[in-house]
Each structure stands twice: as C-alpha cells, then as structure tokens.
C-alpha cells in the first residue's frame, strides 16, 4: 500500500504542476489581443473540457503508438492530467486576471510601465490570490481522479486495493483502507493550499491579521492624535 500511495502522490504532483503551467500558458493567452491566440486558446480549452479524462488517457496511451510515439504509462498519465486539468485551471487564471480592478493597470500605464512589467508587477500578484482557492479546488479532483491510472497499468493505491481484494478478499477492510488514504490525502493538500492562500494575502497586504492590528490600532492613533 505505501508503493501505491507514492505512485498516487507522484502522479498528482506531477500532474498538478504540469497543469499549473497549461493553466498560464493558455489562460493568458486568452487574455491575449490576437484574435488568433485567444481562437488557440478557446479551442484547446473547450477540447479538453469538453471531452473525458479517461478517453484522452486512452487516447494517449494506446493510441498514440499508431503515430510512432509510445509514452511510458505514467507519462501518458502526467500528460493527460496535465492537459485536461490545465484547461480548467486556464479559466482559473483568465478570471482571476478579469478580476483585477482596472484602476490597477490605469495606474501602471501611468507609471510607463511595459506591458510584461505590469502583468508581474501588479496584476498577477493580485491575481494569484482569487486563483488559489479553485486551484485547491482543482488539485483535490485531480487526486480523486488517479485511480483512473490503473486502467494503463501504473500500480497506484487503487490497483493495489484490487490487488489485495482479488487475492485475499477482506473487502471491508481494503476498501475503508483506501478510503482512509485518500481522505488523509486530501486533507494534506488542503492544509497546503490554505497555507499558500495565507502567504499569498500577506504578500499583497490582504492577510487577516495585519488588518486586525490596523484595526486595534486605529483607536489609539487617533486618540493620541486627538
């Protein structure tokens, strides 16, 4: 069972940061003025939304050989994560960067900063704080959908829970098992992403407990003013 937690582990992190980067690339290539970039990026979003996991799993998998190029099963499961997940993540980021208020970048073009400078500068750090909720939201699924490795043959928690069913039976005790180790997984990546959402408020002035102190503090300003 710990060889199988691994896989699973590995193949969400990988997965997930390989999302991670679908998910910029093609969410501000969205955001793009070309209206060819932003045609690029819809029909890739909508394919990979539009479609199932499991078959673009397959597609990857068992598929692609037909065409000379043979992935290794935890490849074409990475990539697949990677591409269907990115495309949810890509709506992520172009909201995100939408709900950035326009007094923010009427202000950089102010201040003559490029293009590329205002993006990194003000708008994303911003951005990236509406962004990490749903991405949490997005890797919690992500770790839900692994089990569908097993049907390539990777070796994760689930393939060893039938494994285990198969050979010994038992089933209340393997499956709560597994129950068990994705639910205590889950909660792992949720610790996780509440901590990145906490730093990332902090970085941009929005964490609670400096607004708390600003609070507390306000009164005594004020009167020692007074």
Do not use: C
Not at 169 to 185: K, N, P, R
Request: hydrophobic share 55%; proline share 5%; charged share 15%.
């Amino acid at each position: 069972m710990l060889g199988g937690v691994w896989i699973t582990v590995l193949v969400t992190v990988l997965g997930a940061a390989g999302a991670l980067v679908v998910s910029f690339a093609f969410g501000l290539l969205s955001l793009s003025r070309g209206r060819p970039q932003r045609f690029v990026a819809r029909l890739f979003i909508e394919f990979f939304r539009g479609s199932s996991l499991l078959v673009q799993l397959w597609w990857l998998f068992f598929v692609m050989p037909t065409f000379g190029w043979t992935l290794e099963p935890l490849a074409a499961g990475v990539l697949a994560f990677s591409l269907n997940y990115g495309a949810y993540g890509a709506e992520v980021v172009r909201g995100a960067v939408n709900a950035v208020p326009r007094t923010q970048s009427e202000a950089t073009v102010a201040l003559n900063m490029t293009p590329y400078q205002r993006m990194r500068l003000v708008v994303l750090p911003q951005a990236v704080v509406g962004m990490i909720p749903p991405f949490g939201n997005l890797l919690i699924q992500l770790l839900k959908a692994t089990p569908l490795v097993y049907t390539i043959t990777i070796v994760d928690v689930t393939a060893v829970t039938q494994s285990f069913r198969a050979a010994e039976g038992h089933e209340l005790f393997i499956f709560s098992l597994a129950l068990l180790v994705y639910l205590v997984l889950a909660y792992l990546l949720t610790l996780g992403v509440r901590f990145l959402e906490r730093r990332a408020k902090a970085a941009v002035g929005q964490d609670e407990p400096a607004r708390r102190r600003f609070r507390l503090r306000g009164p005594l300003v004020e009167k020692e003013a007074a």
